[in-house]
Nanobody, 122 residues
Framework: QVQLVESGGGLVQAGGSLRLSCDGS????????MGWFRQRAGEEREFVAA????????YYPDSVKGRFTISRDNGKNTVYLQMDSLKPEDTAVYYC???????????????WGQGTQVTVAS
């Protein structure tokens, strides 16, 4: 059974930082591209970051580029999302996702975590 478990969410002041973690189990983690998405209340899910299985070139939308950094540790089956210079509009539930095909990740994924809440106070 595949499980992706996010942690590290919480309440932070605007301008602050948080690091999210996602621990994977039940899948050959090092063969999967990994991504992060977020969903604000009442809105559709939004792509936030992606990283290939090798940990090479990473991908971000303009809304978080330069502030968020995705990384992975295949030895620990974990992917991270370092979020700096947080803004109130970054408030959302953040989800970890996995797919064998990196190209799919900005729009879809095979496996999803249950999410972790991030709240940025102004």
């Amino acid at each position: 059974q595949v499980q992706l478990v996010e942690s590290g969410g919480g309440l932070v002041q605007a301008g602050g930082s948080l690091r999210l973690s996602c621990d994977g189990s039940g899948l050959p983690f090092r063969r999967y591209a990994m991504g992060w998405f977020r969903q604000r209340a009442g809105e559709e899910r939004e792509f936030v970051a992606a990283i290939p299985w090798s940990g090479g070139k990473t991908y971000y939308p303009d809304s978080v580029k330069g502030r968020f950094t995705i990384s992975r540790d295949n030895g620990k089956n974990t992917v991270y999302l370092q979020m700096d210079s947080l803004k109130p509009e970054d408030t959302a539930v953040y989800y970890c996702a996995a797919d064998e095909n990196l190209v799919k990740l900005p729009t879809a994924a095979t496996y999803w975590g249950q999410g972790t809440q991030v709240t940025v106070a102004s």
